[in-house]
């Protein structure tokens, strides 16, 4: 990929356009004060939390339009942290791996509600759950599989990782804590046999199949599921949290072995930030493949759990949560002093990713605020300006009042220059403009409804309507009584 630099000294503003654009979006008024006002807030919080370094991107659809490192990589050398500079992404890990699962289910390879053992057939836990179905592809998914969260190793205490064959062995002696598809519970366990079933059912490995078929067409070119001596010597220092003199200890390196596809990733936030566009696509792209198709990156955008308070719930590797009327979907990481949030709005085709190279950082903070602030100036910057009303005069002899054979009314009108259709319910809808279908013009005598279905007005010789075709169905004008 090409970057261009936008600005010289410390701020690296990269636009990285994989569909060409004109000028760069980060150039508008509006979202250059958003980033200015947010590149103020972050090195202010960064040094008040004494936070050795951060890196951030942003993404709207297809660009990288602005993305910055903070602070130092390095304490002792003073190495700057950049947007090129490689951290552990931790649990963000499980979206990749989620990937490589609907990339093999769209190939026909497994489907989501295939039991584990059928792909594992060494699989089995002790469950002292009578009579509930087997643990699916999908709950390991969504963390509703019941499932212990971790393996059977104390390898949190030790940072002693097991292997494959270790991991094998064990899980068969371990207890489900619920039945399946009963409540969620975040499991490392759960997503670690995940990757056993990509390894299983691609016929490679773990990390090679990912670096095969997503990393790479991807251009993720500095990012590994099992890093090795380049990316090493690319990666930021860990740091421990800080202590009450000030202090930071150093985090040792530690490789998460069978638990891989749970935490074991390498990456930049210019890597992410193609991941994120990718997040986005809705076809071929103009710079790096198409790895999944758009409707199969939607599926695992949406709930496919939900909590019972509904203050959340999970899709396919991502969580889902609303906050101000809006859907976010995430997922955060924290392994050895490394920590990332990866956010994306789809609806808005915005993302913001963090990653912060202490254990006491807080990426979710300023991804947040980076997308309060952003997201609106994005929202603004890219909002064309409103056409004029295509209202025609013609329209005025399709107003009146309608009903279908059975008494359920429509009254056609014209609001703000606009055709519209009125349902009337009963009882009435709680807001006025509740029963309202907005009809865009397609051809004469022809609308579209939001749903996206038509409306036909039928005309008579006489000049006036017949009746209304909608959808399939027909509605009549209703005539006053004299």
């Known amino acids: ?55 951030i991107g942003v993404v709207y659809d297809q660009e990288l339009i602005w993305a910055k490192g903070y602070g130092v990589r390095d304490v ?87 292997t494959r064959e270790a991991l094998q062995s064990v899980v068969p002696g371990q207890s489900a804590i619920f039945p399946p598809a009963v409540r969620y519970k975040y499991s490392n366990l759960g997503i670690a046999l995940l990757g056993e079933i990509v390894a299983t059912v691609s016929g490679d490995n773990y990390a090679d199949y990912l670096q095969k078929q997503v990393l790479g067409p991807l251009g993720m070119l500095r990012s590994s599921a099992a890093p090795g001596d380049a990316h090493h010597q690319q990666m930021t220092t860990a740091y421990l949290r800080r202590l009450a003199d000030g202090s930071r200890g150093i985090a040792e390196y530690y490789d998460t072995g069978a638990l891989a596809p749970a935490a074991n990733m390498v990456s930049t936030i210019e890597d992410l930030a193609r991941f994120a566009a990718l997040q986005f696509s809705q076809g071929s792209r103009a710079e790096g493949a198409q790895i999944l198709k758009a409707s199969t990156l939607r599926e695992m955008h949406r709930p496919h759990w939900v909590k019972t308070d509904w203050s959340g719930g999970r899709g396919l590797g991502f969580s889902v949560s609303r906050r101000q009327g809006k859907t976010f979907v995430s997922h955060g990481g924290w392994v050895a002093g490394h920590r990332t949030h990866f956010l994306l709005v789809p609806s808005e085709k915005v993302a913001v990713i963090v990653a912060t190279n202490a254990d006491d950082g807080s990426p979710s903070q300023f991804s947040t605020r980076a997308y309060d602030l952003l997201g609106a100036a994005i929202a603004q910057a890219t909002t064309p300006e409103p056409k004029a009303k295509p209202f025609d005069s013609a329209w005025r002899q399709y107003l009146g009042t309608y009903a279908d054979p059975w008494g359920w009314e429509y009254q056609v009108m014209i609001l703000h220059q606009e055709l519209v259709m009125y349902e009337h319910s009963y009882p009435p809808e709680d807001s006025p403009t509740g029963g309202l279908t907005r009809l865009e013009p397609v051809s004469e005598h022809t609308f579209r409804m939001s749903d996206g279905e038509l409306v036909v007005f039928e005309i008579n010789n006489q000049g006036a309507v017949e009746r209304i075709k909608r959808r399939f169905d027909y509605i009549y004008p209703v005539v006053e009584a004299q």
Do not use: N
């Not at 356009?17 to 004109?22: D, I, R």
């Not at 590149?39 to 890196?55: C, F, K």
């Not at 947007?83 to 963000?92: D, E, L, N």
């Not at 060494?122 to 971790?150: A, C, Q």
């Open 1 to 55: 990929m090409t970057f261009r630099s936008l600005a010289l000294t410390a701020v690296l503003l990269i636009p990285w356009p994989l569909a060409a654009q004109t000028p760069p979006l980060v150039d508008h008024p509006r979202i250059a004060d958003a980033i200015h006002l947010l590149d103020v807030w972050i090195e202010e919080q960064r040094s008040y939390q004494a936070l050795p370094g951060l890196s």
């Open 76 to 162: 002792e050398t003073g190495a700057a942290t950049t947007p090129s500079t490689v951290f552990r992404i931790g649990s963000v890990t499980k979206v990749f791996t989620a990937v490589a699962i609907m990339q093999l289910r769209d190939r026909g390879l497994l489907r989501l509600d295939d039991p584990v053992s059928q792909h594992l057939p060494w699989f089995s836990v002790e469950s002292p759950f009578e009579g509930e179905p087997e643990i699916t592809v999908r709950h390991l998914l969504t963390h509703t599989s019941g499932l212990p969260r971790e393996a059977a190793f104390p390898y949190w205490t030790t940072h002693e990782f097991p």
